[in-house]
């Protein structure tokens, strides 16, 4: 039988207690008894995901989404009573910056939670993100998504990521920037708003 | 009215906005992608926003359960939309003449020739 990972029966039980809203003694007895049949019943792969190894980069990156989340809500209104049917949109590869699954499928997560753009697919082989965004009218806006979703895969893996993995993310994250060939700034944007 | 009435009056009725302005967007945007950005997004935050103004008038113990609602809705709203989105673009029901730049079908006419 697969090794039970505590802390998931911990957080089952958890929910189970919240759902139920009253803590006491058999209400955990049943949770700790279907979190275990949940467990055996429903194994998942075995990993090592230390989301509270660092509770203030947890913390920090928690309000930055929240922010982010308040920020795009308002700007994709803005974007929809300004520009309504003639909104213009961009799909924008970025490259990965972590290895591992998990890391992967959360960064992504957090992105598209952000209103006006998500993964819209991922390349697991060659790590390279497709990033659906909304309200993006010229190509330098383009290559702002592209930093942007650097910058946010960097708070993430700095937050729960690997190590070693974290230590070298910021200077992986600029190289990338580095090497994304730009729009010319001249100015004037390529393609210009649409009339 | 008390400070308590005022935030959660503040909390709903923006949050109320937001669902609004998702709803709007629903109607007003061009294609599939875009509609989805308006239908999951602003909702996830104008929900948030009614869970925390139900809250403040709740028991703590209630309000627990309102926690729940928030990080499952946070939890499942991207994936979702990358589901969705997905098959909306296999499925070619893109707009492409909304896309400034379409750097995955660069890549896949690249492949393919």
């Known amino acids: 039988m697969r090794r039970l990972s505590p802390s998931l029966l911990v957080w089952l039980v958890l929910v189970w207690v919240s759902l139920w809203g009253t803590l006491d003694v058999t209400t955990v007895v049943f949770g ?3 979190a275990l049949g949940v467990l055996v019943f429903f194994p ?5 995901w230390n989301i509270f190894g660092h509770p203030l980069r ?8 929240v922010w982010d989340l308040v920020l795009s809500a308002v700007r994709l209104a803005w974007d929809e009573f300004r520009h309504g049917s003639s909104v213009k949109a961009a799909i924008v590869a970025v490259p990965v910056l972590s290895d591992v699954d998990h890391v992967i ?3 992504s997560n957090v992105l598209s939670l952000g209103p006006g ?5 991922i390349d697991r082989a060659n790590r390279i993100w497709y990033v659906y965004a909304l309200g993006v009218r010229s190509r330098l806006a383009c290559d702002k998504i592209h930093d942007d979703a650097l910058d946010l895969q960097v708070r993430v893996i700095h937050a729960f990521g690997a190590p070693d993995e974290a230590r070298t993310v910021r200077e992986r994250a600029e190289e990338a920037k580095r090497r994304r060939a730009r729009a010319v700034d001249d100015g004037t944007p390529r393609e210009t708003e649409a009339p | 009215m008390t400070v308590r009435d005022w935030i959660c009056a503040v909390l709903l009725l923006s949050g109320a906005l937001f669902c ?3 709803a709007y967007g629903v109607v007003r945007l061009p294609d599939v992608p875009s509609r989805l950005q308006a239908a999951t997004k602003p909702q996830t935050l104008g929900l948030l926003l009614i869970l925390a103004g139900t809250a403040v008038r709740l ?7 309102l926690v729940l609602a928030g990080l499952f809705q946070v939890i499942t709203a991207p994936v979702l939309s990358q589901l969705f989105g997905r098959t909306a673009y ?7 003449s909304t896309l400034v730049t379409d750097e995955l079908d660069e890549r896949l006419r690249a492949e393919r020739g």
């Open chain 2, 20 to 22: 609004v302005i998702g």
């Open chain 2, 90 to 96: 296999s499925t070619g029901a893109v707009d492409k």
């Open chain 1, 117 to 121: 753009r998500f993964v819209l697919q």
């Open chain 1, 58 to 65: 947890l913390a920090s990156l928690t309000l930055y989404v």
């Open chain 1, 44 to 48: 998942l792969p075995v990993h090592r």
């Open chain 2, 59 to 65: 028991e703590p113990q209630y309000a627990v359960g």
């Open chain 1, 105 to 107: 499928a959360s960064a």
């Open chain 1, 32 to 34: 700790v008894l279907v």
